[in-house]
């Protein structure tokens, strides 16, 4: 070809598809101008294909700024394509090009040896905190005036392996750690030396990092023949070693060409400001995919809350640090305690009197969330000491949700005489007590005072109108509280929930030096741009370009319906079980499609009306009808397996639950996916009518910016499970009037405009022709 483009050398097929094509050079010219491309494209457009070949072909530039490409996706399916397409890459590189170096990046309990098999009393649960522990006493013992060297602790580590072998004991009793089917060279639990547990993979890492403290020295592989490193591969290569995985990960991060993590990465203060922060510059271009998810994972990561458990562990480790002093002074015998803690405090600037008085703080602010709970429940359920397996969750507002104005805690706590002070220093107080307490203390856990101070300060230092402030109460089983406490059905937490995080989010995607943020449903982009803060990166003089991509499969394979049914909102449904002219439309259309062959996901905007759509199609249709609760992974898992195990079926499920976007049912999976209504949130949680008030300030209307628009994404993501490829048949149906046609409350305007052609309005009477019709074209294509 003449005219083959630049980037074609690493792009990892033979022929990039027209969409290929455009998309890739958009988002490479967007990127030489600092700016981004947005992204709508339907599945079979190769998004995740398109947005590596531009970010690698800046990335191989060498005139180019970009040094690598950093991956965010909120689906576990999608980061296994990204491995899929890099690895593709690889295989398809020119003669002579170094294959690209990927790293996925995980949670210490997919890499940690000893948590992955369980021994050295770590596990998934607490691999963290002894994790943390682990690397303090290992440098404490290495560090400056420590009792040895690195050299040493590993020696003495893998020493134990060799001096069982010298003794002449049989080689079966030499008892190594294997993890990842890989050996180590340690025994199966962590060491000791001189009384003093230590980590020695940790050790063997700190053993090959040279005098200048290049962490890349440390990292056992070559970076120009690995290529993609998964959480496998890595575990295989450092703890054979002998070095620890987790600690490889970090020092590959900014070495790599391609990061591939989730939006934790890159939006979470604490891993940013720990493990990923040297991706957060203008030398790293972004691909930001499923973004449609973007908005609300980010309004999580940005929210804070003080639970009332860590109130009272927080209140303690502030007493545990006074003590020593205290005592001291009235003349007890502390041993070394004291002197420790002075010594401590006096390399800070905290007081002991500002840890007294934020003990204090705590103690009071826990009597007075524990008053308000117990105020609210007696308001709301009189009875609630006698039935509370029938709690549900609740949210006590802590202000007018429609009203941005002080919050009564912080009212509260002027009227009981804490000024700023305690509330501007918390954060420093809270991180000098963690620290202090891990010197005194050698139990590895997880610090409760650093985390509640932060959050304290985050409290006073917020505005009112873009954080909403309240009381969230969790349903839980404690059967150790007392028997009259809330304590026994509720999890009780302080919450600063962000109400509008286009700030943050534009913020932190304006750290990159360019990129592509894409989804499969993300139209009308011209929201997607303001609530993620790309217009103002855009009138900043970034320039932010725009794509909408629509299904590339034959149009006949498939049947796009648009069902004018009654509008399934709550006024019209009533509550579930009720009969009403609506349900039984929904439900009479629904069954007509479940009727044909074929497995059916029925999508509904709650798990309450999932059930009892499940309860009711079940005594229309032949099939056996399956379920989705909100349950956990596990539960997920093994509904999936039977629902794919052969034999036609339904499935329902919540358009909030995991089933309806992430999963594959690629081939004869599934035949056909409904979507009953508009998922719209609902709006009497003090929480949402609080952002809806946010987006009102800053938008033009914030109900339909803040919960219309998401609630028509998460349908397009529904229906667009049934299509996956060239060759596959299925019917994609939009249950609801306000799908079909124009209306005061219509959302047809939200779908892009090849879906508002393809999802031509069908009236309830005419779904079964339009379905016969269809499947009987798809029995005999040739009819």
Known sequence: MTDTPPWADVFGHDDPYPEQSDGIDAAIDAAEDGGFLVLEGACGTGKTMLALTAGLDRVRDPDSPFERVFVLTSVKQQLRQFETDLRA??????????????????????????????????????????????????????????????????SEARGQQVGLIDSGADDSS?????????????????????????????????????????????????????????PTELVRLAAGHGSCPHSVMGALVPEVEVVIGNYYHAFDPVTTGTFTGALL??????????????????????????????LRDAAAELT????????????????????????????????????????DFCRDLREELDRRVIEHLDRERADWRASMEDLDDMEIPLRDPEEPGEDAITAWARRAGYGDRVWARAATVGAVVGRTLDSLEEEDKQRAAPGVGRTINAWYREDHETFFRAIA???????????????????????????????????????FGGGILMSAPLEPIDVFREVTGLNRLDREGRPVEERTYGLTFPESNRASLAVDV???????????????????????????IGAHPGNVLVGMPSYAEATWMAEALSERVEKPVLLDASTGDRETESLKDEFFGGGDKVLVTSLRGTLTEGVDYRGDRLSAAVVCGVPIINTARPRTRAVITAYD???????????????????????????????????????????????????????????????????????????????????????
């Not at 980590?199 to 990292?219: I, K, N, Q, S």
């Not at 510059?281 to 980010?298: K, W």
């Not at 994609?732 to 306000?738: G, I, V």
């Open 89 to 154: 890459i690889n295989a398809n590189l020119p003669e002579g090009y170094d294959p690209v170096s990927g790293l996925t990046l995980v949670g210490k309990a997919d890499v940690c040896p000893y948590a992955l098999e369980s021994r050295g009393g770590i596990d998934a649960e607490n691999v963290y905190e002894r994790c943390d522990g682990l690397r303090e006493r290992t440098r404490s013992l290495v560090g400056e005036g420590g009792a040895t060297t690195t050299s040493n602790l590993v």
């Open 174 to 230: 030499a008892s190594y750690l294997t993890v990842a089917d890989e050996p180590t060279p340690y025994r199966p639990d962590t060491e000791e030396f001189r009384g003093t547990e230590f980590c020695p993979f940790y050790a063997g890492f700190l053993d090959e990092l040279p005098d200048d403290g290049d962490p890349l020295e440390a990292v056992p592989v070559d970076l120009t023949d690995v290529g993609h490193l998964g």
């Open 281 to 310: 510059d203008e030398s790293t271009f972004l691909v930001c995919d499923e973004a449609h998810m973007l908005e609300p994972r980010v309004r999580d990561l940005v929210s804070d809350a003080i639970a009332d458990a860590s």
């Open 320 to 359: 545990r640090v006074i003590q020593p002093v205290v005592f001291d002074r009235e003349g007890a015998d502390t041993g070394e305690d004291a002197d420790l803690v002075r010594g401590e405090l006096a390399e800070t600037d905290v007081t002991v009197a500002e840890i007294e008085e934020l003990r």
């Open 473 to 511: 109460l969790e349903r839980t089983v404690d059967e150790t509280a007392p028997a009259d406490s809330w304590q026994r059905g509720y999890n009780a937490s302080l919450a600063l929930y962000n109400c509008l995080p286009s700030e943050p989010i534009g913020d932190r995607i304006g750290e």
């Open 566 to 592: 009654p509008k399934f909102t709550h006024d019209n449904r009533g509550p579930p079980g009720e009969e009403n002219a609506t349900r039984l439309a929904h439900l009479d259309a629904v069954a007509r």
């Open 697 to 783: 300030r800053r938008f033009d209307d914030g109900f339909e910016t803040a919960l219309t628009v998401p609630a028509v994404r998460k349908a397009r993501q529904a229906i667009g499970r049934v299509i996956r490829g060239r060759d596959e048949r299925g019917v994609r149906a939009l249950l609801d009037a306000r799908y079909a046609r124009d209306s005061w409350n219509g959302v047809r305007g939200y779908l892009p405009e090849h879906e508002r052609a393809e999802f031509a309005p069908v009236s309830p009477d005419m779904l079964g022709v339009a379905l016969d019709r269809f499947f009987k074209a798809s029995a005999d294509p040739s009819a």
